[in-house]
């Protein structure tokens, strides 16, 4: 049996990582590099690092903890790709084949593509037919409306496209994107569990793998997404930043509940000078 992937996320806004919560608060909590060389070391399946800066600028402004103040985004992730040992997806202001080039040519292993899927229409299916399916995301952001109905949210989750989640995923399968990355707006950073019902539907509607994402505020809530959905992923950005070896925690919570992860285990810990702790 595939193992389901347990996936954090980290959200970069203008070079530092926060914690955001309705796609409209954002908490600075860090250096990206320290983070990502954490969760790393911490034995996640994978990384998904999503650039979600709505302007141009980037930097630490934390020149006195001696950290390299990149001020671009490649810069960023070419030094950030250095200290991830796992599969690394990079999304955020992709708009260019170009732009997915420079990505994976950084360090990038998959690259997750949003509003650009909308706004130029065939992009998905240019980037698959030239790079692989195997390396491209279709990122979906949805929020409940005023009808009551679900739709899709592009440009960081400011501008709906009238289009319904199910909808937009089976048309992202059929551009050639080989997952889908399924995150509720309405649940960001409110700690209440996964959409199940949407995940489920979602799941259902394509045979390509979907990665959940949004509310996860227990371990439990990724145990309720195994047991409920039919989701391949589950991912969260919050939840992983507060304690130490939070992806082995979460990872043995998991697998002590007889869920299909990967079975915990810890890395020696390395810092960048090749001290061992």
Same mark, same amino acid.
């Not at 505020?217 to 997404?225: K, L, P, R, S």
């Given at each position: 049996m595939l193992k389901t992937r347990i996936i954090p996320v980290v959200l970069v806004k203008n070079g530092r990582v926060v914690q955001s919560k309705g796609f409209k608060r954002h908490q600075v909590l860090g250096n990206a590099t320290s983070i990502v060389w954490r969760l790393s070391n911490w034995f996640s399946d994978e990384l998904i690092y999503l650039d979600i800066s709505r302007e141009e600028g980037y930097s630490l402004n934390r020149e006195d903890l001696n950290y390299k103040n990149h001020d671009n985004i490649l810069d960023i992730i070419e030094e950030v790709s250095r200290k991830c040992f796992m599969p690394l997806t990079i999304g955020g202001r992709i708009k260019t084949l170009e732009d997915v080039y420079l990505r994976l040519k950084k360090g990038a292993d998959k690259v997750a593509i949003n509003s650009q899927a909308f706004l130029k229409p065939g992009f998905i299916k240019s980037?698959? +037919?030239e790079l692989g399916s195997q390396c491209i995301i279709a990122s979906i952001d949805y929020k409940r409306v005023e009808d009551g109905k679900n739709e899709v949210f592009i440009d960081c989750g400011r501008k709906?496209? !009238?289009? !319904?989640?199910v909808e937009w995923a089976r048309a992202m399968e059929a551009e050639g994107a080989g997952e889908i990355l399924l995150n509720s707006i309405d649940r960001d950073g409110r700690a209440k569990g996964y959409d199940l019902e949407m995940i489920e539907q979602v799941s259902s509607a394509v045979s390509i793998p979907v990665i959940a994402q949004g509310g996860v505020?227990?371990? !439990?809530?990724?145990? +309720?997404?195994i047991e409920h959905t039919r989701a391949k992923a589950f991912a969260a950005a919050n939840i992983f930043q507060y304690t130490e070896n939070s992806v082995y925690n979460a990872n043995t919570y998991l697998y002590d509940k007889g869920c299909p992860v990967r079975i915990p285990l810890l890395k020696t810990m390395v810092d960048d000078k090749g001290v061992i702790s």
């Open positions: 980037c698959s +037919q709906g496209i !009238e289009v !319904e989640p505020g227990t371990w !439990e809530h990724f145990e +309720q997404g």
